[in-house]
């Protein structure tokens, strides 16, 4: 980063390099989910803390215009006046749930959506609120976040795999998102882990996400329990009767309690992303992998048996430090992740 000659005389707080090295003022997080479940807009202090947020989700998968219409609404409502006393907003982070060109500053797509190709993010948001915008994918964020401010703190390489309609991953090296040439590097949810397997988001088949991703694991419990009356029971029991609405984490907890369709379903997740997992490490040499979404939700029901299948599967030197442990921030995580971006360099 050059340092910036100005013809003044130079004070304490003057900007000599690129970095803001503000003290006071707000950062804007946005967390934008390809689903539509998750919009959140966040006003936070230099800190990081969250001081204001909100959330708004939507019943469907959504185009642009409604995104940006409802991120406008809640962006007035969190940075009305009344709420910076403090000085301004310094800079805005935004976590996408998509393929994001981090460098370009474009989305290039979010899956099933429309209106998202190539579409100038940064842009329309440094324009619109007159403030540098950085954005990433929303796994890239999260990991960052993660070694930030949350259970990865301290360590240097750090693989996040957040793990809900779909699954995303971030490696973070020295402090850093390792984005690879074209922005794609983490996309593990696309990894082939089992050959002529069930069709992914993205078209392929057996992809890591379509067996392990949240939304793989809750229609696989529901498209199983149809032969099964007594797993249809327990679904409906655990649901109170609303049977579409049961989680990732639910069907970890009945095949703790002996269903057997839920342990054939569970027993899948840790038998793929074992192996995916297992592959990256040997790649990477991460010192934590830390698991979030709505699926690490089943914490240790998740973790224990993925740390044992990971141990057994990889060279021990290569888990000779490695931990692999929950997202301290958990549902959280992106829109934190959001916030992280905004603070970098602050
Ligand atoms: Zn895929």
Known sequence: MSIRHTSGPLTGTQRITGKLLATQGYVVGIEISGSGARQSVALADLDGNILHRIRRPLEYVPDT?????????????????????????????IAVGGLVDAALGIVRTLHHAQGWDNFPLQDYFTERLDVPCIIDNDAN????????????????VVLYVGMGRGIGGGLVVNGNIYHGMTCTAGEIGHILVKEHGPKCSCGSLGHLEAIASAQAIVRA??????EYPETEAAIRRVTGDRA????????FRLAAEGDKIAQHIVNEVHTYLGIALANIVHLVNPGMIVLGGPVALAGELLIAPLRARILELCLPAATQSLRIAQSSLGTDANLMGAVTLALQDI
């Open 141 to 156: 964020a999260a990991a960052l976040a993660e070694t930030t401010r949350g259970v990865g703190v301290g360590e240097r």
């Open 244 to 251: 579409e609405r049961i989680t990732a984490e639910q069907v």
């Open 221 to 226: 419990m529901i498209g199983l329990s149809v």
């Open 65 to 93: 215009e409604t995104v940006l219409a409802l991120i406008d609404e809640m962006l007035t409502e969190v940075t009305g006046p009344e709420q910076l006393r403090n000085g301004r907003i310094l800079r805005v982070g």
